[in-house]
C-alpha cells in the first residue's frame, strides 16, 4: 500500500459505501471500473453523488484489505453481466432490434438501438450489448454460440 492509500480507507454503512479520510470525514462514493468493457481488473474510479470523480487509483490492490473487500463487493455488483448461452430470436422494427435470449441467469428479452454504438466487439470472439435501459449482455465467446444463434445475432448487428 502506498503513502496516498493509507490517507483514506472505505466503509460501509447499510447500503453505502463513504470514502473515510485520515480526519475521520466521511463521504459518500460509488465505485466504477475505469474502462468497464476493456479495462476491468485495472483502474477504478470513485465517483461522487453528482457522478464526479473524487478519486483514480491505478489498481484495486492498492486498497487496503477491508477496502479492497467492499470494493471488490460493489464491483461485482455493479457489473453483474448476463452472459448470452443462446439467442432465441431477433427481429428488426422500425430501427429497434427486439431480442429474446437465454442467459446464464435465465431467459431475458430487450430492445437494442443504434447496434453500431451499444454493440461493441470487445475482441473478434466477445461482444457487449447494451440495451435501450442501459443493461449489458455478453456474449463470450461468440464461437460457441449455435449456429442458429449465430445467424440471429448477424440478422441484427
Same mark, same amino acid.
Given at each position: @500500500?502506498? &503513502? @496516498?492509500?493509507?490517507? *483514506? ?40 453523488? $453528482?457522478?464526479?470523480?473524487?478519486? @483514480? ?14 470494493? &471488490?463487493? &460493489? ?18 422494427? *422500425? ?21 453500431? $454504438? ?40
Amino acid at each position: @500500500m502506498d &503513502e @496516498m492509500t493509507r490517507e *483514506f480507507s472505505l466503509v460501509r454503512k447499510h447500503d453505502q459505501v463513504f470514502l473515510r479520510g485520515a480526519d475521520g470525514s466521511e463521504v459518500p462514493v460509488r465505485i466504477v471500473w475505469t474502462r468497464p468493457i476493456s479495462g476491468r481488473g485495472s483502474e477504478i474510479s470513485l465517483l461522487d453523488e $453528482k457522478k464526479k470523480e473524487i478519486l @483514480m487509483l491505478k489498481s484495486i490492490e492498492l486498497l487496503d484489505p477491508d477496502s479492497r473487500t467492499i470494493a &471488490e463487493s &460493489e464491483l461485482e455488483h455493479r457489473y453483474l453481466v448476463p452472459r448470452i448461452t443462446s439467442v432465441i430470436s431477433t427481429s428488426p422494427h *422500425f430501427g429497434s432490434r427486439y431480442w429474446d435470449v437465454e442467459t446464464n441467469l435465465g431467459r431475458r428479452r430487450f430492445v437494442l438501438k443504434d447496434p453500431n $454504438k451499444n454493440a461493441v466487439w470487445v475482441t473478434e470472439d466477445h461482444l457487449v450489448i447494451r440495451d435501450t435501459l442501459g443493461n449489458r449482455y455478453e456474449i463470450n465467446p461468440f464461437s460457441r454460440l449455435d449456429d442458429h444463434s449465430r445467424a440471429e445475432v448477424d440478422k441484427v448487428i
